[in-house]
C-alpha cells in the first residue's frame, strides 16, 4: 500500500513564525502535491512537483513555497505565517505524469496560527 | 477556467435508502474525473475515476457514477447506504493537480 506521511498532525504556531510541513511517501511517486482544506471551499491546490528541485504554482501559492530535494520528500514552508493560513494542510502522491492517476493523501496536518 | 460544483452542502439520507450526489464540471475538453471520501478524522480515499469510454463507472464500497458530457455532470450514486457511508464526499477534475469542488455533508440516519 502507498503510504503518505505528513510530519505532525497539529501544529500551532504564532503570527510571523517561519512554519515547515513536511511530507513523505514511500512508493518511489514522481508526482507530489499541497492542498489546503477549509470548510465550504474544499480542496485547494497550492503546489505541486513532478520530479526533484521541480515545481510549479497551483491555485493559490502566495504565502507559500516548496522544496523538494528528494524523490520522496516535499516540503511546504510559510515564510513568515498568517492568521490566515490556519488550516488543514494535506499532501498527495501520485505515480508518473499524467492528470489520470490517482492521487494518494495523507492525514493531514491541522496548522493553527496564532 | 475549470471549476467543479457540488450544489448540495448537505444531505440527510435514512439508512438503507439510495443516495445521490450532484457534481457538475466547467472544463474545455474531455475530463479526468473523480471522487473522493473522507471520513471523520480519516485522509481521502478515492472511490472511483473517469477518464474515457463506458459512462458509468462502479467504484469502491458499492458506489457507482455517471458521467453525462451533455449535462457536464457527473453524480455519484448508491442504492442503498449504510451508516459508515456518513463523510464528506468531493468531487474532483484533473488538470496538473486536482480541482476539487467545495463537497457534500452526508448524515445517515437510522
Known amino acids: 500500500d502507498v503510504k503518505v506521511t505528513q510530519s505532525s498532525r497539529y501544529l500551532v504556531k504564532r503570527t510571523g513564525e517561519k512554519v515547515f510541513l513536511e511530507c513523505v511517501q514511500d512508493?518511489?511517486?514522481?508526482?507530489m502535491f499541497w492542498y489546503r482544506q477549509d470548510p465550504g471551499l474544499g480542496l485547494r491546490l497550492i503546489y505541486f512537483s513532478y520530479d526533484v528541485k521541480m515545481k510549479e504554482k497551483g491555485d493559490i501559492p502566495e504565502g507559500y513555497s516548496v522544496s523538494r530535494e528528494k524523490k520522496e520528500r516535499f516540503s511546504l514552508i510559510l515564510e513568515s505565517a498568517s492568521t490566515n493560513q490556519t488550516s488543514m494542510y494535506l499532501c498527495a502522491s501520485s505515480i508518473v505524469a499524467g492528470d489520470g492517476n490517482e492521487q494518494f493523501f495523507g492525514p493531514g496536518t491541522r496548522l493553527t496560527v496564532l | 477556467a475549470q471549476s467543479v460544483t457540488q450544489p448540495d452542502i448537505h444531505i440527510t439520507v435514512s439508512e438503507g435508502a439510495s443516495l445521490e450526489l450532484r457534481c457538475n464540471y466547467s472544463y474545455g475538453a474531455t475530463p479526468y474525473l473523480f471522487w473522493y471520501v473522507q471520513s471523520p478524522g480519516q485522509g481521502l480515499q478515492l472511490l472511483l475515476k473517469y477518464f474515457s469510454g463506458d459512462t458509468l463507472v462502479q467504484g469502491i464500497k458499492g458506489f457507482e457514477a455517471e458521467f453525462k458530457r451533455s449535462q457536464s455532470s457527473f453524480n455519484l450514486r448508491k442504492p442503498s447506504v449504510h451508516w459508515s457511508d456518513a463523510a464528506e464526499y468531493f468531487c474532483a477534475v484533473a488538470r496538473g493537480g486536482l480541482s476539487f469542488g467545495a463537497g457534500t455533508t452526508v448524515t445517515v440516519r437510522a
Open positions: 512508493m518511489d511517486h514522481e508526482n
